[in-house]
């Protein structure tokens, strides 16, 4: 490997490093109070909110690779300018086309990687994340069933009881008070100690002792009362919404097999972004040139505008694409094939004329 070759990708890991640190930071600050906020409206557990941190950020984590080394090269060329470093390097027979390889070089394992977590690992991710969101969503029903201090339904909503105390080191409920619905009659049942029994089938009962049960018609004198010894009835288990799985959470192979627009789509999403990180290192180096008059900041400030736009762009042909307006093939060279000439315009606007030519 040559000097300048060593120095580019020694500057460009440190900035690449400090930039993924960085936005990774943000992004975990974010999704922490996006789901510490969910978790305290009870959608879910306090217990799930870390593994939900993870999955998301993991979800994420392609576009962070990306976007990481696009700045962390920009960077280095920026300084390189800048320090007239690129001046030297130009007067010591480099041409712009020398630089090519060597970025391409830089990018190639970072687009693997991106290659890999998009096509293989996310997807599996998905699937995790569905099989433990079920889990978290099948925990939270069963807990609401028997939660003190909240009014749980069963029965389709015909039943609703409320339980004051539950003892965790006995298996004894306080103060239940259990008010249903019986051939147009109200029934309440009040009870002071309970307990949850497991049958052998797997069924579970609330079996209350020594209470009192009223039935009649609200505003009407006819109320019976009766006192029992033992009375139960049965808890019902949670009922679960059936899983579909969606193209996110598919191997990248079924999806080839059954090319449906929305698996098309989701492919779409999977290989542009290796192809979009190759593309985008060339274009840094166009976007790198340093102009005292204007400052350092424009050409930063131009990088995200195109990185922004290219991005969206890559978006809304995946919209396309699942409405069926347009092949997977079709969208690849559509966006790609638009980046790509807009890179050899970047290189023949600022290297195709002689550099540092007089103003006429």
Excluded: C
């Amino acid at each position: 490997m040559r000097l300048y070759q060593r120095a580019l990708l020694r500057e460009t890991t440190a900035n690449s490093g400090i930039a993924l640190g960085v936005i990774s930071a943000i992004q975990l600050v974010i999704m922490s109070v996006r789901f510490v906020g969910r978790a305290a409206i009870g959608q879910f557990d306090v217990s799930a909110v870390l593994p939900y941190i993870v999955f998301a950020y993991l979800r994420f984590l392609p576009v962070l690779l990306s976007l990481s080394l696009f700045i962390g090269v920009l960077l280095a060329l920026v300084r390189y300018w800048q320090d007239n470093e690129m001046a030297i390097w130009f007067g010591a027979g480099l041409s712009p086309r020398d630089w090519i390889v060597p970025l391409l070089k830089l990018a190639l394992p970072i687009a693997l990687i991106i290659a890999a977590l998009s096509l293989e690992v996310i997807p599996w991710i998905s699937r995790q994340k569905a099989q433990f969101e079920s889990y978290v969503t099948s925990q939270k029903q069963d807990a609401s069933q028997l939660t003190p201090g909240v009014f749980a339904e069963t029965d389709q909503g015909k039943r609703v009881y409320f339980i004051e105390d539950i003892q965790e080191r006995q298996p004894s409920i306080g103060n239940i008070f259990i008010q249903s619905e019986e051939h147009g009659r109200t029934a309440i049942i009040s009870a002071n100690h309970g307990q949850v029994e497991t049958m052998a089938n797997g069924d579970r009962f609330l079996v209350l002792q020594h209470g009192y049960r009223y039935i009649g018609t609200p505003g009407k004198a006819n109320f019976q009362i009766m006192e029992f010894e033992h009375y139960g009835f049965r808890l019902e288990p949670g009922q679960y919404e059936r899983h579909t799985t969606s193209p996110g959470e598919q191997n990248s192979f079924d999806l080839m097999r059954n090319p449906t627009p929305a698996n098309q789509a989701e492919l779409a999403w999977r290989i542009g972004y290796p192809i979009s990180t190759l593309i985008l290192v060339l274009l840094t180096l166009p976007l790198s040139i340093y102009n005292p008059r204007v400052g350092r900041s424009y050409g930063i400030i131009l990088a995200a505008l195109i990185y922004t736009l290219y991005n969206n762009v890559m978006n809304l042909s995946q919209t396309w694409v699942a409405r069926g307006e347009m092949g997977l093939l079709a969208s690849q060279l559509l966006v790609h094939g638009l980046a790509l000439a807009f890179v050899a315009l970047a290189f023949w606007w600022r290297f195709g004329r002689p550099v540092g030519r007089k103003p006429a």
